[in-house]
């Protein structure tokens, strides 16, 4: 307990650290291309595209909520996945990446998932403005219930570290463990709801509710719901949801920040 | 002792696991109470001094004593296993592989290296150039350093270890690597250092050089502390102990070695905790009560624990029973006052009635 305490004020304490890396980070990347930065944003609206051509105008199956035309529902919830996905991806491999380096000065480790964490929010903030600007475009308009999304918001950070800081340091003893995970995101993406809305589909209904503990779906819904205004946090089935996501949350940050502990010392000697 | 000094080291230990397979690393690694059936390595067995502000200390001993395990200890790379180490200051360490990323160019290493000791952008490129002059890598500097000579990349190593400006500078083994120009160089550097009042920690086998640097030696010698002292003396004492020891015979020095790391993997730290509180009890006239718990804060007090609590053990499992709880909850779709009344109504969900409502928008 201690010990996940310490971690997270670390991550406050070294917060300039963080900054810094992610924009040197971000440069980096893009650097040897020609179109640099511009990549980031090219590369999801292609997507976004795609999945608009097959699932919005020739299969008509998006089933959205009520009263929501499909775009901007899509994109509204491919927005928070996308960045998701790719951190969860990206911080898995921090510790193993940097690890070579961070063991020969004094750098505090546990940092490194939370630079792919900020490192990848500028995507996400772009993305964001471009769904806004597809929601005014189809006459919603912002309401009271955008609040929620700063909440939605922080779940989704905490979410992250707490899986980025597991998976890192599993990462670096079981290297199968990146190849799974990319498993594992690629099924989630068509059972968080991104695509199709399967609280309205066919699905049988017991098959929904195991669905929607996922704690992927708990954030993309709950971004949805704040930004087209269709529900509150403490409504059914919302309540019971929120204190299984925050349950998972908790479990994963306190096993993680364990053993990131008691491995920190050795992560040299263990790749 | 005294309250003014830059580094204190207390009664510090440093255990290694010694896996002797993959699958051993991986059963220790998802056990998250206990490790026992893997031998343990000690690689410091309690060592404790000082060091004070302006003061150059070599480390010396022989190989694998131990001595890279202390200054790596001080330097925040590795925690130690128990005791106590207070530095006060920025640390900044030189050694042989210079820590360095071969797919990125000379300056990407400098800006790299820079920001994760926590220099701004600006505060680089203020240092940018004294590095590449220093280093004396030239046009090099925008090529990869997978493409450098072992001496460049170490020159470059040393030089941003030196230019990031730290309090406290460590350098292990990291002068025998370069040509005499540029340990010339190190040396007028190091020196600088010195009159700057910065303290230096510098980890050697070469005698000469630590003679000619250092104004304290401590010799670590299997794990221990075995002399700390004055330069003269203690560099003595040790190239009497290499010269006996080099006239033994080769199976008589295989004996003494191998009897060595005997005690180190014999080690017992709760028998080295009982009886540093016993020497406190003595010196201090404490009850021996109170010794024990004063040495049990400076052994484990800045440790954080590498197992599992027992207090963090029960707040998983509740929180799992609660997570199972309350998905069980969302399944079944009963409110969560008829669960919390009826909890045999989980097992038998409830069906909306509008279900076929539902798809009515498709």
Redesign the interface.
């Known amino acids: 307990?201690?010990?996940m305490f310490?971690i997270i004020s670390e991550q406050f304490s070294?917060y300039?650290?963080i900054r810094?890396?992610a924009k040197?980070d971000d440069k980096?990347t893009y650097q040897s291309h020609y179109l640099g930065l511009a990549w980031e944003f090219l590369n999801p609206l292609i997507q976004i595209g795609i999945y608009y051509l097959v699932f919005g105008v020739a299969l008509r199956?998006g089933?959205p909520m009520?009263g929501v035309p499909y775009l901007p529902w899509m994109v509204i919830g491919i927005t928070p996945w996308l960045y998701m996905s790719k951190t969860v991806l990206d911080a898995s491999k921090s510790v193993y990446q940097q690890v070579?380096?961070?063991?020969?000065?004094?750098?505090p480790v546990s940092i490194l998932p939370s630079i792919k964490i900020v490192g990848n929010l500028a995507s996400f903030w772009t993305m964001l403005a471009f769904s806004i600007f597809l929601m005014l475009v189809n006459h919603m308009y912002p309401t009271i219930s955008w609040i929620q999304f700063i909440y939605y918001f922080i779940c989704m950070i905490v979410l992250l570290y707490a899986l980025g800081i597991f998976n890192s340091t599993v990462t670096v003893?079981?290297r199968d463990w990146q190849i799974t995970l990319q498993s594992i995101l690629r099924m989630l993406f068509y059972m968080s709801g991104v695509l199709f809305n399967f609280?309205?589909?066919?699905f049988p209904?017991?098959l929904i509710?195991?669905l929607?503990?996922n704690p992927f779906y708990y954030v993309i819904n709950g971004m949805r719901e704040s930004m087209l205004s269709k529900g509150w946090v403490w409504q059914?089935?919302n309540?019971?949801?929120t204190?299984?996501f925050w349950?998972?949350v908790?479990?994963v940050m306190?096993?993680g920040t364990?053993?990131h502990?008691?491995?920190?010392?050795?992560f040299v000697d263990?790749i | 002792m005294s309250e003014d000094y830059k580094i204190k080291v207390e009664n510090v230990t440093k255990e290694?696991?010694l896996y002797r397979s993959k699958s051993e690393?991986?059963t220790s690694?998802f056990n998250?109470t206990r490790h026992d059936s893997v031998p343990h390595f000690w690689s410091l067995k309690g060592i404790s001094f000082e060091v004070k502000q302006g003061e150059a200390l070599g480390l010396i001993g022989v190989n694998g004593s131990g001595k890279s395990t202390i200054s790596n200890i001080i330097?925040?790379?590795?925690?130690q296993t128990t005791g106590f180490v207070d530095v006060r200051g920025?640390?900044?360490?030189v050694?042989i592989?210079?820590?360095?990323?071969w797919s990125?160019t000379g300056l990407?290493n400098i800006?790299?290296?820079g920001?994760?000791?926590?220099l701004?952008?600006d505060e680089i490129a203020a240092v940018r150039d004294d590095i590449i002059d220093f280093a004396d890598i030239g046009d090099f500097i925008d090529q990869p350093v997978k493409d450098y000579s072992s001496g460049m990349r170490s020159r470059l190593g040393f030089a941003i270890a030196v230019h990031i400006n730290p309090d406290i500078l460590i350098i292990d083994e990291a002068l025998s690597v370069g040509d005499d120009t540029f340990y010339q160089k190190c040396l007028d550097k190091i020196q600088q250092f010195k009159k700057e009042g910065k303290t230096i920690i510098f980890v050697s086998h070469s005698l000469k050089q630590v003679e000619m640097l250092c104004d304290r030696v401590a010799w670590i010698h299997f794990g221990d502390l075995r002399q700390i002292g004055d330069t003269k003396e203690v560099v003595s004492a040790y190239r009497k102990f290499s010269s006996d020891f080099k006239k033994k015979t080769a199976k008589e020095r295989d004996e003494y070695q191998k009897g060595k790391k005997q005690i180190q993997l014999n080690f017992d730290v709760n028998a080295y905790e009982k009886e540093v509180a016993q020497q406190k009890a003595n010196d201090m006239s404490l009850t021996d009560r109170e010794a024990k718990r004063q040495t049990h804060k400076l052994f484990y007090g800045e440790v954080?624990?590498?197992k599992?609590?027992t207090?963090?053990k029960w707040?998983?499992l509740a929180?799992?029973i609660?997570?199972i709880f309350?998905?069980m909850?969302?399944?079944s779709?009963h409110?969560?006052t008829k669960s919390i009344s009826d909890p045999s109504s989980l097992v038998h969900?409830v069906?909306?009635k509008s279900?076929s409502d539902?798809?009515h928008?498709?």
């Open positions: 307990m201690h010990t310490q070294n300039k650290i810094r890396m040197f980096a199956r089933d009520p070579n380096l961070a063991s020969k000065m004094k750098f003893l079981v609280a309205t589909s066919n209904v017991v509710r195991i929607e503990l059914e089935p309540l019971t949801i204190i299984v349950m998972f908790f479990i306190t096993v364990f053993l502990n008691k491995f920190r010392a050795n263990l | 290694y696991d690393k991986l690694f998250l330097s925040g790379i590795i925690p920025d640390t900044s360490i050694a592989s210079a820590g360095l990323k990125l990407e800006r790299l290296k920001l994760m000791q926590g701004t952008f954080l624990p590498s599992m609590t207090t963090s707040l998983i929180a799992v609660v997570m309350f998905a909850v969302t399944i779709g409110s969560i969900p069906y909306p279900q539902k798809q928008f498709k």
